[in-house]
């Protein structure tokens, strides 16, 4: 029986974080932007934009703030399980899941032949038995609705809940085992992790229907190489994977592999490294993570984007450096402006850094 979803309730979340102004989505990411969109937001608001490329969308933060300041934005990001969030966020407008629809969701169908890739293959790395089914059993619900932007709200919600109950909120190792080890804990919550799938997947579908919000714009989700992006933008937003002055860099595919995997049920199997403990997918090579090329697609990338006024977020220990880019960025553009949030902490560092906001016109 499926757990009954109360269309009346009020939208209170405690994890929603919300301003004064926007309300924004829950960030459990790896390099959100979500605690500094305010900051960037008061840099580039008196820009001459009105329609906005944010070339790396990952959570959908920063392109849904600047929807709801009226901006028409176009969000893109190489991985897929991104682009449903974009879909869900951006592009979506007006269309929100229904009690009937969550009912659906949470129902198994008697009458069709579920699989069992997740419970087959993931035992005892992310989720325990029960989970796994219970993922199998959603998954497949989610393939088989109707409609590309109600299926986009129900995978934000799966991956929200998937996150949630995961140490770290990653899927970088496997290590089920910290949900249930009786020692101190500095990090995570027991409870949330014990807390039941279903609960968790409910409560984020009442989240991403209180976000559906309607600009009065005709906003694009795209699931592209940044490079085979094509159109006139006046802004673009470039926010890329980091390489830290170590040369190491953040691989969202290494860390988020379980959620690609979700929206690539039918062909999961032949994407995982069959070698590696927790099941990840083969490398991609992406020139992003690779500290000999990064600094040639900044380069690129400002080329491609040369009629666009360029805002590009990065830490100031990177590679490349601030003043690596900045001499780069100076090849197309006249003006340039930095702008530093000094320390700041990210999700899972032990230590401060400071953001960088750089700005061409």
Request: with cysteine; hydrophobic share 35%; net charge positive.
């Amino acid at each position: 029986m499926a757990r009954k979803y109360d269309m009346t309730k009020q939208v209170v979340l405690p994890f929603l974080e919300q301003y004064e102004e926007v309300r924004t989505p829950t960030t459990r990411y790896q390099g959100s932007k979500g605690k500094l969109v305010d900051w960037i937001w008061k840099n580039i608001k008196d820009l001459d934009f009105s329609k906005v490329l944010d070339a790396f969308g990952g959570t959908g933060v920063v392109g849904y703030y600047l929807k709801q300041k009226g901006k028409r934005v176009f969000y893109n990001d190489y991985l897929k399980s991104n682009y449903w969030i974009g879909l869900a966020l951006i592009e979506n407008n007006t269309i929100r899941l229904s009690e009937h629809d969550i009912e659906k969701l949470l129902t198994k169908d008697s009458k069709y032949n579920y699989r069992s890739f997740i419970a087959d293959t993931f035992k005892d790395i992310y989720y325990t038995d029960e989970e796994n089914q219970w993922l199998d059993t959603a998954v497949q619900n989610i393939e088989r609705m109707e409609g590309i932007y109600r299926k986009a709200l129900a995978y934000y919600a799966l991956f929200q809940a998937c996150l949630v109950k995961r140490p770290f909120n990653l899927f970088h190792r496997k290590n089920l085992y910290i949900r249930f080890a009786e020692v101190e804990r500095t990090f995570g919550n027991k409870a949330t992790w014990d807390r039941p799938f279903d609960e968790h997947f409910i409560d984020f579908i009442r989240e991403i229907n209180y976000l559906v919000y309607d600009n009065g714009k005709e906003n694009r989700a795209y699931n592209l190489d940044v490079f085979e992006i094509k159109g006139d933008f006046d802004l673009v937003y470039i926010d890329p994977p980091y390489t830290s002055s170590k040369g190491v860099s953040v691989d969202y595919k290494n860390f988020y592999h379980f959620l690609e995997g979700l929206v690539n049920y039918d062909g999961w199997g032949s994407m995982i490294d069959r070698r590696t403990i927790n099941k990840r997918f083969y490398g991609d090579n992406n020139p992003w993570n690779n500290k000999r090329t990064i600094r040639k697609k900044f380069k690129d990338l400002f080329e491609k984007f040369r009629n666009s006024i360029l805002v590009i977020s990065y830490r100031f220990d990177g590679i490349p450096t601030i003043e690596q880019i900045q001499s780069d960025l100076k090849l197309f553009k006249k003006h340039i402006s930095v702008h530093k949030f000094d320390n700041y902490k990210y999700v899972l560092s032990n230590s401060t850094t400071s953001e960088v906001l750089i700005i061409g016109q």
